[in-house]
């Protein structure tokens, strides 16, 4: 009977060795089953995306997609991604997005270069990077944040203006998230876009100077609500039917010692132009008025008005006179508005020569 008993406690005590370890099997085993499960449904999800794509004309290319990240996370990765509609066409390099399981609605994607795109008419864009991430949040009601950041980008531009545009920066955000205090009346959307060490040529024969540039925008877009992106530009006049809206909080340009901010309210008019208007402050940018109006570099009403309003060009350097000191940082000064109305730009009680606005669709 005591060689029973003995017997008994000995399979007792071996059971709760090795219970906490046949339980973790068994967690394992069911965690296994689940990311799988999950796997599978991302795969079927995916091919349901690309054949609602193709019906609405946009032809998605994924090469060499796989469907990975055991055991906590859900990888999708493509070799290449392209896309086509009609002529249209765009491609980059490698692609990886990844959520973890226990947050599928945060996606944060790696994208390689290069950029490549052309709409088949003869307009083409070529862009590169060190980095490009972006992190896009979403809530089973709503899209609630998305941002993206590109280390060291450069853009070439071919086929939209007679001379070939290119551009380089530093680094490069832009965050979009529904406005907390107008989005539910509104339908609005916070916008900002910041470049920092930007290199553009043709700025530099616009503005003048050849030093770089930082730029930031800070932006809210109103009766955005309801953008699906698949067809952009019945979004776009849905947006302008509906008194759709974009104001600019600030937007600061910042190039050496010439500064410019604005800040206003632009829409689409019945024609589909730019409208509305925006209120400017600069410093340094005597040069560029003038050029604007027809005055020129050394007179005319954009000299007259650059006086006016503070912007005097920077005195001629005497070489009999010893160097001076680095000048202080001019202040600011308010400027006459720039106002887009009827497809023309005014600045202040004077149309900009030359410049006609045409509808954008």
């Known amino acids: 009977m005591a060689e029973a008993v003995n017997a008994l406690q000995t399979r007792h005590s071996r059971f709760g060795l090795f219970a906490p370890f046949v339980l973790l099997g068994l967690v394992a085993v069911a965690w296994s089953i689940t990311w799988f499960v999950i796997r599978q449904r ?29 055991p906590f996370r859900i990888e999708v990765s493509c070799s290449t991604l392209s896309l086509r509609r009609g002529e249209a066409a765009a491609s980059v390099g490698r692609l990886l997005a990844v959520a973890q399981v226990y947050r599928p609605r945060h996606v944060i994607a790696e994208v390689s270069g290069p950029l490549r795109a052309s709409d088949g008419a003869g307009a083409a864009v070529e862009a590169d990077w060190r980095l490009l991430q972006a992190s896009v949040q979403s809530a089973p009601e709503a899209f609630q944040r998305a941002s993206v950041v590109v280390e060291e980008p450069k853009v070439q531009l071919t086929g939209l203006t007679p001379a ?34 930007m290199t553009i040529p043709a700025l530099n024969s616009f503005v003048g100077g050849d030093e770089p540039a930082d730029l930031s925008l800070d932006t809210t877009v109103t009766q955005a609500r309801g953008m699906t992106g698949r067809n952009v530009i019945d979004d776009v006049e849905r947006w302008r039917e509906a008194g759709g809206a974009i104001a600019v909080e600030r937007w600061t ?35 560029l008025i003038g050029a604007l109006l027809g005055g020129g570099r050394t007179g005319g009403i ?38 887009l109305d009827s497809g023309r730009i005014y600045f202040g009680p004077f149309a900009i020569p030359g410049v006609r606005l045409t509808p954008l669709y």
Not at 44 to 68: F, I, K, M, Y
Not at 167 to 181: F, N
């Open 253 to 287: 340009l910042a190039k050496g010692t010439r500064r410019l901010e604005a800040k206003g309210l632009l829409r689409l008019d019945d024609l589909h132009r730019p409208a509305g208007q925006l209120d400017l402050a600069a410093a340094g940018l005597q040069d």
């Open 302 to 339: 954009g000299a007259v008005l650059g006086a006016l309003t503070g912007q005097t060009a920077p005195a001629r350097p005497n070489a009999q006179q010893p160097p001076e000191a680095p000048a202080v940082q001019p202040q600011l000064s308010p400027l006459p508005p720039l106002r």
């Open 42 to 70: 991302t795969a079927e999800g995916l091919d349901a995306w690309l054949v609602n794509e193709a019906a609405a004309g946009r032809q998605w290319t994924c090469a060499d997609r796989s469907v990975g990240g055991y």
């Open 164 to 197: 070939e545009l290119d551009s380089r920066a530093g680094r490069l955000e832009a965050h979009v998230r529904p406005d907390p205090a107008r989005f539910r009346t509104e339908g609005a959307y916070d916008v900002a876009l910041s470049a920092g060490v």
